[in-house]
């Protein structure tokens, strides 16, 4: 047994939450969250190489993934792959990108079901940014 790291109270090491007060893994000194995270020590243009985010805060915040390379839930960065991203290149579910492959996208050039482009689109419904002007 050991003690919680919030109330003090007797708890299990393995405990997923304190029988006292609730808090989450009692039996680390520091806890910081759901998931998982990896980001690479390697940097350019003071940007991780690599970030890998699948993570949420103790206050269920997501932490968004941003790197050179950004893969997560919520990504932004050179090339985002991910369920909603910024990006140069983006591969994602929802995107806002230079060039995007997604189900919905707003993009310089994308292949998207649905998106919005400025050059050269491809999809299901996909629209032009210069003809949705001229439409309104």
């Known amino acids: 047994m050991t003690?919680?790291?919030?109330?003090?109270h007797q708890v299990s090491p393995d405990a997923v939450a304190c029988?006292?007060?609730g808090a989450p893994y009692p039996a680390r000194p520091k806890w910081d969250g759901y998931g998982f995270?990896?980001?690479?020590e390697t940097t350019l243009?003071?940007?991780p190489l690599l970030h890998v985010s699948f993570k949420?805060?103790?206050?269920?915040?997501?932490?968004?993934?941003?790197?050179v390379i950004a893969i997560g839930q919520f990504?932004?960065?050179?090339?985002?792959?991910?369920?909603?991203g910024i990006g140069l290149i983006s591969i994602s579910q929802?995107?806002?990108?230079?060039?995007?492959?997604?189900q919905f996208a707003l993009a310089y050039r994308l292949i998207a079901q649905i998106g919005l482009y400025i050059h050269e689109g491809v999809g299901q419904?996909?629209?032009?940014?210069?003809?949705?002007l001229k439409l309104l």
């Open 3 to 8: 003690t919680c790291r919030e109330c003090k």
């Open 19 to 21: 029988p006292g007060c």
């Open 37 to 40: 995270e990896y980001k690479s």
């Open 45 to 47: 243009f003071g940007l």
């Open 56 to 67: 949420y805060r103790p206050n269920r915040m997501p932490v968004v993934a941003k790197g």
């Open 75 to 84: 990504a932004c960065g050179g090339f985002t792959l991910s369920q909603f």
């Open 94 to 102: 929802f995107t806002l990108a230079g060039f995007a492959l997604a």
């Open 125 to 132: 419904f996909v629209i032009s940014l210069a003809d949705l």
